[in-house]
T-cell receptor
Framework: AQTVTQSQPEMSVQEAETVTLSCTYD???????LFWYKQPPSRQMILVIR??????QNATENRFSVNFQKAAKSFSLKISDSQLGDAAMYFC????????????FGGGTRVLVKP | GAGVSQSPSNKVTEKGKDVELRCDPI?????LYWYRQSLGQGLEFLIY????????KSGLPSDRFSAERTGGSVSTLTIQRTQQEDSAVYLC????????????FGQGTRLTVV
């Protein structure tokens, strides 16, 4: 079964600084997608960024970028120029056809942004 | 509607009662998922629908939990004889078919069993 692990329960960052969140996953499949979701206190899950396993180029969305290391099964998220609105829970997720299309989530990392 | 809608937003029930949680997915989305999130925890998969069929219900924790989807649209998650450990936020998500597509989430139903 696929598993997703986020080893950092909480991370703190100074406003305007950079923070990197770790995520590792376990799979024997070759065709899959990886996602980072943000969950603010409102509970609304918001997609931050996605990465296809077949693409070597790391995905980027404005201040958010990933470091995808397929061989190491690692998928970290970098938040640059952190803003107060970035404070939230961040979840790494895995999805594959072989796993039935469901999203499998890690345990989450809480990001605190200090002004 | 514009997004995934869940109702009620909050539900307080007595232990032993049955509850029904509703999810209205985004129109046209064939895939629908239910997740459970305990306080401060990650998302636990419960069940996945493709159309009206549930090819994966492996996450349902006991036979007290059931779900159905009708007309390829609205889904209802039913918990019978609720227990205190059922207290959690229940999240629903929907998407088009395919692993690349974005899953959109509702704001969840917070269930409290007293």
């Amino acid at each position: 079964a696929q598993t997703v692990t986020q080893s950092q329960p909480e991370m703190s960052v100074q406003e305007a600084e950079t923070v990197t969140l770790s995520c590792t996953y376990d799979t024997s499949e070759s065709d899959y997608y990886l996602f980072w979701y943000k969950q603010p206190p409102s509970r609304q899950m918001i997609l931050v960024i996605r990465q296809e396993a077949y693409k070597q180029q790391n995905a980027t969305e404005n201040r958010f970028s990933v470091n995808f290391q397929k061989a190491a099964k690692s998928f970290s998220l970098k938040i640059s120029d952190s803003q107060l609105g970035d404070a939230a829970m961040y979840f790494c997720a895995y999805r594959s056809k072989a796993a039935g299309n469901k999203l499998t989530f890690g345990g989450g990392t809480r990001v605190l942004v200090k002004p | 509607g514009a997004g995934v809608s869940q109702s009620p937003s909050n539900k307080v029930t007595e232990k032993g009662k049955d509850v029904e949680l509703r999810c209205d997915p985004i129109s046209g989305h064939t895939a629908l998922y239910w997740y459970r999130q305990s306080l401060g925890q990650g998302l636990e998969f419960l069940i996945y629908f493709q159309g009206n069929s549930a090819p994966d219900k492996s996450g349902l924790p006991s036979d007290r939990f059931s779900a159905e989807r009708t007309g390829g649209s609205v889904s209802t998650l039913t918990i019978q004889r609720t227990q205190q450990e059922d207290s959690a936020v229940y999240l629903c998500a929907s998407s088009f078919r395919g692993i690349r597509t974005e899953a959109f989430f509702g704001q969840g139903t917070r269930l409290t069993v007293v």
